[in-house]
């Protein structure tokens, strides 16, 4: 079946440090992926998504490139702050059928 | 604010016990989800429905009941519940409507099972 895999958390960076979240997926065909985050005691929001190969999905600073050909969407931020510090999921999902979540990386960042 | 609402925030229930986890969908949106989300396993999907019908299931336990009423709202029934049932428990919507939309989460029920 479809799957999600992301790096292990916990992650810790310095504030102003650049940040890499990776996350590669196995699917049957051609899935949409997205970035969550859940902040502390809050549900999921979506951060970025990308519908097909090639797409770079970006919101508040982060990105996210859809790349068939290593199966990725690795999540990238030149320069993190404090405020980022959340839970991450990676997510793929077909259509409007369910999304299959990674298990979440958790990101601290230190002033 | 997602617009989607969840009640109750907390229950603390005994084993064995049986509780009723409530979902407003956001306004519009047909399609409600509903996720468990639990420290050792990540977000597992549970049941999906569309307009009233069930669309899709997914690591449901039988001891799990859910359905969505003509007004769109959603319950999740627990039944005879474990130690192991403990967890957040996650809806979301969607239009239904188009492709790709994205889900919008609820800020979910933690359940606690003692």
């Known amino acids: 079946g479809d799957s999600v895999t992301q790096m292990e958390g916990p992650v810790t960076l310095s504030e102003e440090a650049f940040l890499t979240i990776n996350c590669t997926y196995t699917?049957?065909?051609?899935?949409?992926l997205f970035w969550y985050v859940q902040y502390p005691g809050e549900g999921l929001q979506l951060l970025l998504k990308?519908?097909?190969?090639?797409d770079k999905g970006s919101n508040k600073g982060f990105e996210a490139t859809y790349r068939k050909e290593t199966t990725s969407f690795h999540l990238e931020k030149g320069s993190v702050q404090v405020s980022d510090s959340a839970v991450y999921f990676c997510a793929l999902g077909f259509g409007n059928e369910k999304l299959t979540f990674g298990t979440g990386t958790r990101l601290t960042i230190i002033p | 604010d997602s617009g989607v609402t969840q009640t109750p925030k907390h229950l603390i229930t005994a084993t064995g016990q049986r509780v009723t986890l409530r979902c407003s969908p956001r306004?519009?949106?047909?399609?409600v989800y509903w996720y468990q989300q639990s420290l050792d396993q990540g977000l597992q999907f549970l049941i999906q429905y569309y307009n009233g019908e069930e669309r899709a299931k997914g690591n449901i336990l039988e001891r799990f009941s859910a359905q969505q009423f003509p007004d769109l709202h959603s319950e999740l029934n627990l039944s005879s519940l474990e130690l192991g049932d403990s967890a957040l428990y996650f809806c979301a919507s969607r239009s239904g409507t188009g492709n790709n939309s994205p889900l919008h989460f609820g800020n979910g029920t933690r359940l606690t099972v003692t």
């Open positions: 990308a519908t097909k190969a090639d």
């Open positions: 699917a049957t065909g051609y899935p949409s």
């Open positions: 306004s519009g949106d047909l399609s």
